[in-house]
């Protein structure tokens, strides 16, 4: 039973355009929400989060919106760069459960 | 500040054979984690320590698959006997304090099971 999804395998996206990756989960007990960038070969690195009393978490080029009603989150990338394209995680929590999606793989065209 | 570490990066074992791997921490980081990532696949949490306490395992295969974290820094986890299907990469991170906080991620350990 996949508690996150990403249903988007893969995304290509134009540079200087949008990239929008979402998220869907259909636990209602997690209350934190995190994404994570991984690059072939190294681990996922933090990108950006936020809490369940948020709708709405920006930091520079990255945004990440939450819809608790739909159970659904999407980060937002503006402008998208060629160093963006990598694997995309989402991830959700509550308590010690930490849960990870299976993944979007981005790539922005020059 | 140094990251997570871990070794070996590579390894290539038969199945039946045991492995083990190793994690150092970031230092000052009371909480690690050990995750499982099949190829196509987001990573799975196998195991979370919070300083040398196991705080979660419910989904480690505690038939085959063990780990400690021995005064509560480095850890390490064996697989003893290996399946093919245990061939995946495995992440070690580790974080501050509870679930909520960052994770930093070493740069994992591709195994291979023929």
């Known amino acids: 039973d996949q508690q996150v999804k990403q249903n988007s395998p893969s995304l290509s996206v134009q540079e200087g355009r949008i990239s929008i990756l979402n998220c869907d989960y259909t636990n209602s007990m997690f209350d934190y929400f995190l994404w994570y960038k991984k690059y072939p070969a190294e681990g996922p690195t933090f990108l950006i989060s936020?809490?369940?009393?948020?709708d709405k978490n920006e930091d520079g080029r990255f945004t990440v919106f939450l819809n608790k009603s739909a159970k659904h989150l999407s980060l937002h990338i503006v402008p998208s760069q060629p160093g963006d394209s990598a694997v995309y995680f989402c991830?959700?929590?509550?308590?010690?459960?930490?849960?990870f999606g299976p993944g979007t793989r981005l790539s922005v065209l020059p | 500040e140094a990251g997570v570490a871990q070794s070996p990066r590579y390894k290539i074992i038969e199945k039946r054979q045991s492995v083990a791997f190793w994690c150092n921490p970031i230092s000052g980081h009371a909480t690690l984690y050990w995750y499982q990532q099949i190829l196509g696949q987001g990573p799975k949490l196998l195991i979370q320590f919070q300083n040398n306490g196991v705080v979660d395992d419910s989904q480690l295969p505690k038939d085959r698959f063990s780990a400690e974290r021995l005064k509560g820094v480095d850890s390490t986890l064996k697989i003893q006997p290996a399946k093919l299907e245990d061939s995946a990469v495995y992440l070690c991170a580790s974080s501050f304090g509870r679930a909520q906080e960052t994770q930093y991620f070493g740069p994992g350990t591709r195994l291979l099971v023929l």
């Open positions: 991830a959700a929590t509550y308590g010690q459960n930490f849960v």
């Open positions: 936020i809490s369940s009393i948020k």
